[in-house]
């Protein structure tokens, strides 16, 4: 089993959609939960950090799932410029490395 | 630009030769990461280093790899005799000097063996 798992898609949504994207990481001991964004193979850019009493910025809203083992990523009101892969990230209790999964795809359509 | 500089952006090497990596964090950042993505993959954890100590290097392979990060001067990544396999995107990533602080991540090198 993968440490961190996401379902690759594509979610292909219309312009204007509310989307939604989980992930499950399987180490309980995990301290800090994080969602990236990542374009067209460029760097990853740290899109939010996850909180377990959960957090929103803008239009995205984040929440942890500490029972289950599952984060959520929400993005209301989708932009074209929303198009990207999600990545979600993990730190386990040990070091301070990023576990990452291996990424949703969304495609915002006009 | 206060991010994180690496370079050199793409690197193209012959089979055998070697490749170094260069990575500066972000001002005051202290501790250093490198990652790496294959193509079609996802992204792998190899190194994280603070000045002059390896912290943990679980994810890098054993042999023809070495990464250092100096008193003074950039974090290097070193790879000997390349091989066709090393093709790849390697990003450096820093973060503050408190455990488990979100990551920023540099431009990349693009690694290609010919």
């Known amino acids: 089993r993968k440490e961190v798992e996401q379902d690759p898609g594509p979610f292909n949504v219309p312009e204007g959609a509310t989307v939604a994207f989980n992930c499950t990481y399987s180490?309980?001991?995990?301290?800090?939960f994080f969602w990236y964004r990542q374009d067209c193979r460029k760097e990853p850019k740290l899109l939010m950090s996850?909180?377990?009493s959960g957090n929103e910025d803008g239009r995205f809203t984040a929440q942890l799932n500490r029972a289950s083992q599952y984060i959520s990523l929400l993005i209301r009101d989708s932009k074209l410029s929303d198009s990207a892969t999600y990545l979600c990230v993990v730190i386990a209790n040990a070091g301070n490395m990023l576990t990452f999964g291996g990424g949703t795809r969304l495609m915002v359509k006009p | 630009n206060a991010g994180v500089m690496q370079n050199p952006r793409h690197l193209v090497r012959r089979r055998g030769q070697e490749a170094r990596l260069r990575c500066s964090p972000m001002?005051?950042?202290?501790?250093v990461y490198w990652y790496r993505q294959l193509p079609e993959e996802g992204l792998k954890f190899m190194v994280y280093l603070q000045k002059e100590n390896i912290i943990d290097e679980s994810g890098m392979p054993k042999e023809r790899f070495s990464a250092e990060f100096p008193k003074e001067g950039p974090s290097i990544l070193r790879i000997q005799q390349v091989v066709r396999g090393d093709s790849a995107a390697y990003f450096c990533a820093s973060s503050q000097d408190r455990a488990r602080q979100p990551q920023h991540f540099g431009d990349g090198t693009r690694l290609s063996i010919l």
């Open positions: 996850v909180y377990s």
């Open positions: 001002k005051g950042h202290s501790h």
């Open positions: 180490n309980s001991a995990s301290q800090s």
